[in-house]
């Protein structure tokens, strides 16, 4: 499986914006997808999942109200809504797969960066 995210760009703080990620190969239906960020200089960032139905969602509690995990399965694409963003949203953001072989999110895809200005 191959994971793309897309969307990212320069939004204003407060602003919204819409991340998506595209699988292809594999069994898309099947996997979790998590997303994660990467602000300059810091650590890599979990936000949250959606598990493979969209049975499970969750988002870590910095961002909860504002970031929002959804998924289309007939497209194979998870969505990162991300609204009243702050400054400190600023990072490159990447979605991962569980390919389900005890890994954790094993399956990466090279991250967008959203910069959120002040």
């Known amino acids: 499986v191959q994971l793309q995210a897309s969307g990212g760009g320069l939004v204003q703080a407060g602003g919204s914006l819409s991340l998506s990620c595209a699988t292809s190969?594999?069994?898309?239906?099947?996997?979790?997808i998590a997303w994660y960020r990467q602000a300059p200089g810091k650590g890599r960032e979990f936000l949250g999942f959606?598990?493979?139905?969209?049975?499970?969602?969750d988002v870590v509690d910095s961002v909860k109200g504002r970031f929002t995990i959804s998924r289309q399965n007939a497209k194979n694409t998870v969505f990162l809504q991300m609204v009243r963003m702050k400054p400190e949203d600023t990072a490159i953001y990447y979605c991962?797969?569980?390919?389900?072989?005890?890994?954790?999110?094993?399956?990466w895809g090279p991250g967008t960066l959203v910069t959120v200005s002040s």
């Open positions: 959606i598990s493979w139905n969209g049975g499970r969602i």
């Open positions: 190969g594999g069994t898309y239906g099947m996997f979790d």
């Open positions: 991962a797969a569980d390919s389900g072989v005890g890994k954790g999110y094993d399956v």
